[in-house]
């Protein structure tokens, strides 16, 4: 071999692994989700809160069942593998996308997120989100992905995790 061919292979084999690498560490696509929200949430007293268009997410539910759909089939290995802002990112987004999912179930026949469930059971205590090999709720997401977690050190996230109530804080347009 050359001295010319051993550097270009070297090259190649240090590009592959460089792009490897990123794949590896790379954001979850969050394209679909992106796209719903900005067509379907509309931002509100100066950004302070919002509306949903939840007719507009009944229509797209395809959309967001593929989104749900592709967050599901996430291992927690490759989970592992993002580093923490990516971790929380895709929890956050998870996390309100499920909402708006759960809320649809009942909708349009639906004044409130409290409506769905019974008397005894809360809408954010039902399991029904498959996320990093286990079903969970909406509260698992929150208080111990998130919060009970200690990783993410992160005080805003009532801020970022909407509940679908007019107590929560506003979806935001983007993911």
């Known amino acids: 071999m050359t001295s010319i061919s051993m550097v270009s292979t070297t090259k190649a084999l240090l590009a ?11 954001d979850f696509n969050h ?4 796209s719903l929200l900005d067509k379907n949430v509309t931002m509100t007293n100066g950004g302070k809160a919002s509306v ?7 229509a797209d ?3 967001l069942s593929s989104y749900l759909n592709a967050t599901s089939k996430v291992s927690q290995a490759e989970f592992n593998r993002w580093n923490k802002d990516e971790q929380l990112a895709f929890l956050i987004n998870v996390y309100n996308a499920a909402t708006i999912e759960l809320v649809l179930i009942k909708y349009p026949n ?4 409290k409506d769905i469930g019974g008397l005894l059971s809360s809408p954010w205590k039902q399991d029904f989100i498959p996320l990093l090999g286990k079903t969970r709720s909406l509260d698992d997401i929150e208080h111990n992905l998130i ?3 200690k990783r993410y050190n992160e005080p805003r996230i009532h801020f970022a995790v909407n509940c ?3 107590g929560c804080p506003a979806l935001l347009d983007d993911a």
Do not use: E, P
């Not at 394209?31 to 992106?34: L, P, Q, T, V």
């Not at 639906?110 to 997120?113: G, L, V």
């Open 61 to 63: 539910n395809g959309k």
């Open 147 to 149: 919060r009970g977690s």
């Open 52 to 58: 949903v268009n939840y007719a507009g997410m009944k």
């Open 164 to 166: 679908a109530s007019i």
């Open 16 to 26: 592959a692994t460089i792009m490897l690498s990123s794949a590896a560490y790379a």
């Open 31 to 34: 394209s679909s989700w992106d």
């Open 110 to 113: 639906i004044k409130s997120i």
